[in-house]
């Protein structure tokens, strides 16, 4: 059974930072690029960061230089570190596991978290 566990969101000031992680169990993680979005009220779901298997790393523009993105493979573990928050970063944050690269051995499959949700106050 394929799990995303979310974990680390709260409610922090603007200015403020937090750490978010995502453990990840029932897939073959070093395989799978891994990605954190969110979904502010209203609004449609947003890529934030994206890591690939060979740790290449994309941002979303309103992110670049504040979050970053990193995995740790032996723990089947994605982080993000999120800097500089701003009160428009208040979101539901969700992990993503994206096989679809690696087809032959992930079997292109794609996976999802059930949430963290980030309240920045101003």
């Known amino acids: 059974q394929v799990q995303l566990v979310e974990s680390g969101g709260g409610l922090v000031q603007a200015g403020g930072s937090l750490r978010l992680s995502c453990a990840a169990s029932g897939i073959m993680f070093r395989f799978f690029a891994m990605g954190w979005y969110r979904q502010a009220p209203g609004k449609q779901r947003e890529m934030v960061a994206i890591?690939?298997?060979?740790?290449?790393?994309r941002y979303a523009d309103s992110v670049k230089g504040r979050f970053t993105i990193s995995r740790d493979n032996a723990k089947n573990t994605v982080y993000l570190q999120m800097n500089s928050l701003k009160p428009e970063d208040t979101a539901v944050y969700y992990c993503?596991?994206?096989?679809?690269?690696?087809?032959?051995?992930?079997?292109?499959?794609?996976?999802w978290g059930k949430g963290t949700l980030v309240t920045v106050s101003s």
């Open positions: 890591i690939t298997d060979v740790r290449s790393t």
């Open positions: 993503n596991a994206d096989g679809s690269s690696r087809s032959p051995i992930t079997g292109g499959m794609d996976y």
